[in-house]
């Protein structure tokens, strides 16, 4: 796969998840500053108010807390892959510099520091979006590294 069509590739990504990320939020997460911010923008009331109607409890619980962190994580490994695509460790450093940030926003979040809650599902939630887009950006390379012998 030609380096245009693999940052084109990690771009769809990045946009895809972080536009569904939104989605979520304004549908199941009202009380947060996007769905606000939203709503003001868009000057409407009640969207998503009847969600847990029609959703199944269990499913509107993943949704609600862990969806978003799992998306928000993997357009950040994307961004992250697509900034050190070049480099020949490039897999491992975004493993890396994700890990650490999604642990270290958590954290901030325990001690209050920065507002949300504290939940080491949520760091499980987002390494395994870190984990998911490595496998996606190891086959990407594989298929980049076969067509370009």
């Not at 009202?30 to 998503?48: E, H, K, L, Q």
């Not at 993997?74 to 994700?98: D, H, M, P, Q, S």
């Amino acid at each position: 796969m030609c380096q245009k069509k693999q940052g084109y590739l990690c771009l769809i990504h990045i946009g895809i998840s972080i536009v569904m990320g939104v989605i979520i939020y304004i549908l199941v997460r009202p009380d947060t500053y996007i769905s606000r911010i939203f709503r003001d923008i868009v000057n409407i009331s009640g969207v998503g108010d009847n969600v847990s109607a029609v959703c199944p409890r269990p499913i509107l619980q993943f949704l609600r807390y862990y969806a978003s962190d799992f998306l928000w994580a993997y357009a950040l490994t994307f961004a992250t892959f697509y900034v050190l695509r070049n480099e020949k460790r490039g897999i491992l450093i975004t493993v890396g510099i994700c890990a650490v940030f999604e642990s270290s926003i958590e954290l901030l979040q325990k001690f209050q520091i920065v507002s949300g809650t504290f939940d080491w599902l949520d760091i499980l939630c987002e390494f395994c979006a870190t984990a998911i887009v490595s496998l996606i950006t190891k086959y990407i390379r594989r298929t980049k590294n076969e067509n370009n012998p």
